[in-house]
């Protein structure tokens, strides 16, 4: 298993940057997740570190080698993707023993390393049955089988899971987890879900428009998102945002609704960190466990009108609309709110985020 790094990667076509200077380094044994809503370029970033597409311009290595130039058979790396493309009419061991075969290794050495993998996988059992007789988590394991037997520098994994039901994913998440555990395996693994991302990961890559937004871990992803664009894609339900402007009174700094005059008190360390942002606008950011709901104003807390709530049995989810923006809050289910009453919702000082308005940046 190797490291993989990726240096001012760019791919266009024609005017469309695809991938735009993307930089990041997996090193060796890490299980680093692509997210990203559709067409930010994940999976073209994947294809360029397999090498089936050409880059536009930039590195990459795998190993100790660039391999810009070297056609994906020689890069030393598997991949996996959504449908598994197992061979229909061969059994669970000929798949498994198929790419070896073409690498014209001893049959005895073959039969070796398709007996480790199918143990790693919990599929031994299954050897004489062909690709029809498995069921959908199964076939999966098979196909992960047929990257492991390779034993390569790194697994490249495009959405392997997307087909599977919600139920089975779960499970197969769980598995993909103890496989990377097992092996100490590079895998880089591309996903439009982040809730996958942040549950397997070491590191997360989230990408938007082509560009690399932040590279991290999925605890920092999740507590320090750099911009609005991450804060709002890691986490469920959203991290709610409002747009606000910033007003002093004298040493005193506060938030203040645009559209409805109230204003929201900040600490002195939000105070000085909302004082930096451009032109006195800002965004306030917070995710729905960090909120109150209070019934009556309260200090502290902004005006807001319920427009749904959710229960979900040990926890219910409201929208709150406060200022115009759409609030997420859980609650305790005893709580009683009905759509279009009056509520007013309590921002926690500390675990709130600031964001520049203009820039979408978090301030520092
Ligand atoms: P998804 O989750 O929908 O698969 P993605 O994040 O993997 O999306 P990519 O498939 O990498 O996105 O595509 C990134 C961008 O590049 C998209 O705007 C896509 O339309 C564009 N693109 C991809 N391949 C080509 C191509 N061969 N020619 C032109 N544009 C392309």
Redesign the pocket.
């Known amino acids: 298993m190797a490291e993989v790094v990726l240096k001012d990667v760019m791919k266009n076509?024609g005017s469309?940057y695809?991938v735009n200077n993307v930089s990041f380094a997996v090193e060796h044994g890490e299980f680093v997740a692509l997210v990203?809503p559709?067409?930010?370029?994940?999976?073209?970033t994947l294809n360029l570190i397999a090498g089936l597409i050409p880059m536009s311009g930039g590195d990459i290595v795998i190993g100790d080698r660039v391999v810009n130039d070297l056609d994906p058979k020689d890069r030393d790396i598997a991949m996996v993707f959504q449908n598994y493309a197992l061979y229909p009419n061969k059994s669970v061991f000929k798949n498994l023993a198929f790419p070896l075969q073409m690498r014209k290794l001893p049959k005895a050495e073959i039969e070796a390393k398709v007996m480790a993998a199918a143990k790693v996988l919990d599929i031994s059992h299954l050897l004489e049955r062909r690709p029809r007789e498995l069921s959908g988590g199964q076939q999966q394991r098979v196909a992960l089988g047929r990257a492991l037997v390779r034993d390569p520098a790194a697994f490249l994994m495009d959405e392997p899971l997307s087909n599977l039901d919600a139920k089975l994913r779960v499970a197969m998440r769980s598995e993909l987890k103890r496989f990377h555990h097992n092996l100490n395996a590079t895998v880089i693994y591309?996903t439009?879900d982040q809730l996958e991302a942040v549950t397997m990961a070491d590191k997360m890559a989230v990408m938007h428009g082509?560009v690399l937004q932040q590279y991290d871990t999925p605890a920092n992803v999740f507590g320090n998102p750099v911009n609005t664009f991450v804060a709002s894609f890691v986490g469920s339900p959203a991290m709610s945002l409002i747009p606000l402007d910033v007003v002093s009174k004298g040493t005193e700094v506060a938030l203040r609704s645009p559209e409805e005059g109230w204003e929201l008190p900040l600490s002195p360390m939000n105070a000085r960190k909302a004082s930096a942002s451009s032109n006195g606008k800002l965004v306030l950011g917070a995710r729905h466990s960090t909120l109150k709901l209070h019934k009556s104003a309260a200090a502290g807390a902004a005006p807001g009108k319920v427009y749904t709530v959710e229960p979900t049995g040990d926890v219910t989810f409201a929208q709150i609309f406060v200022n115009g923006a759409v609030v997420n809050i859980s609650l305790d289910p005893t709580v009683a709110i009905e759509p279009d009453e009056a509520v007013w919702i309590e921002f926690d000082q500390d675990r709130m985020h600031l964001f520049d308005g203009e820039t979408t940046m978090a301030l520092k």
């Open positions: 076509y469309l695809a990203g559709s067409g930010c370029g994940k999976t073209t591309v439009h082509g």
